[in-house]
């Protein structure tokens, strides 16, 4: 199997603890010297149970195996699950390969599939990522939007056997056995014992994975995992993996750049100098599911009209703004999902993201001009600064309207205005997608699904229709899908900005990254310089 590093922020050198270029003994005790790498991580928060992770992807994707994984060309394999099958797209046979062990030696069952699901999906638990089980039936049973849970267990798993279960959807879905995959993490299993106390087994989790952790995780301290010797999956191409805590990104970047971690996150800040600090082999940047948007204020009636939206999208330069900021490694969106995803109709925005001022603000003054100051909001402290003042010298230049960037104190302050409908301009929205189908970033975007609140615009029944619509076909060309955007374009109800890339810098022990499918790399298949 694989695991993968996601979103690492990073800072702090407690880099003395690093083993990068060291040898040690081997995971059986032995005097073999292992192949082991380091990475600038941040400390996962709250706990490295998957089901509650929300930062750590990397080191659980290392600890667990999914049931299915998606590489970096997009193809769906099958990792723990033998087969994901339906012959209505309703009701599903997940099937298990015979001979998986967890780190604590007991066999995987389909009841411990059952159980951990369970645990994920019920209410009172809290668990982070209880959403991604929202679409098995009986979900508003063990997790209501309000009141108490009438139900502890999902009506819709059923434990066939030791190696079999079936899972019933509230509707037909042809992209669950995407949504296995190894982002959505609360699909990973835990063994009996973990139900004994969830909050010891949240330091050190037993998994069923290609690395077992060899202590309990301390809050800012460095985490260690070593390969899994009785690992039924691909075997890995180290035997160690060392998650170094950092609390900014510049300081992991500075300490990649030494050789003190082999893997860090590229900050933003870096992006227009990374090619003069680092050789170009060992900076890599991989298309992601991830895009950026300007959300609107559908509560603001000086938005409503149509043309004002698509006048401000129009009067951004999204390429000189790449370039300028993004150092060319991000990509300008011409649709409302990124192109990694299969069947993303390019194009689809037409004219209305493409840069044109003079079109623009031909439109505004059709549509009666803007009255008053347009702010533009978004997330202080985030490295976001440069370019939100771009987007409103834009629009102030083209449009000739009063826009100001206004960043809010933090992440905190700014969730909260927006989803108190506050703001009174157009804010930062953005969607990453935890699997590469344009299903994942509709729903959280356009749907009455939960997902991201408030970043779609007012929700259009229509185009909510259309989506689940799409859902029912099980189009693996993502065509149906492709339609869904059609709509969107008709209503225009976010702005498109940018698809994202994700972009790492590595030691010189580094030979080779491999990507995923959700754009990070594949930390079981690094390939290592030779000493």
Known sequence: MRGLLKGVAAASAVLALTLTGCSAAGPDGGDDALDEITIGSSDPVPNL???????????????????????????????????????????????????????????????????????????????????QLAAIEGYDEVSPAEGEPTAEELSGLEVVDDLTFTVTLEQADGQFPVQLSQAQTAFYPMPQSAFDDLDAYGKQPVGNGPFALTAAWTEGSPIVAERYEDYAGDEPTVDRITWVPYTDRLTAYTDALAGNVDIAWLPATRMKQVTDDFDEDHVYSFSAP?????GIPYWDDRFSDIRVRQAISMAIDR?????????????????????????TPEGVCGEYCEYDPEAAAALLEEAGGFDGQLTIHFPGGAGHEDLYNAVANYLRQNLGVDAVARPSVGWAEFGEDRNNQVLDGPFFSRWGALYPSQQSTLRAMFSSTPGCINCGGELDPDIDAALQEADVTGDETGAAYAEVQELIAEEFPVIPMFEESYNYVTSDRIAELTPSGVGEPILTDVVLADD
Do not use: C
Not at 290 to 294: T, V
């Open 319 to 343: 390429d000189a703004v790449n370039e300028a900021i993004f150092g060319d490694l991000n990509k300008p969106a011409t649709a409302w999902t990124p192109s990694i995803m299969p069947g």
């Open 290 to 294: 991830g895009i950026s948007y300007l």
């Open 49 to 131: 149970t998957p089901g509650r992770q929300s930062n750590a992807f990397g080191l659980t994707m290392s600890v667990f195996s999914p049931l299915t994984f998606l590489d970096g060309e997009g193809e769906l394999s099958y990792v723990a699950a033998e087969s994901v099958e339906s012959d209505d797209q309703t009701t599903w046979t997940i099937t298990l390969r015979d001979g998986w062990t967890f780190h604590d030696g007991s066999p995987v069952t389909a009841q411990d599939y059952v159980d951990s699901w369970n645990t994920v999906a019920y209410g009172p638990n809290a668990f982070e990522n209880t959403g």
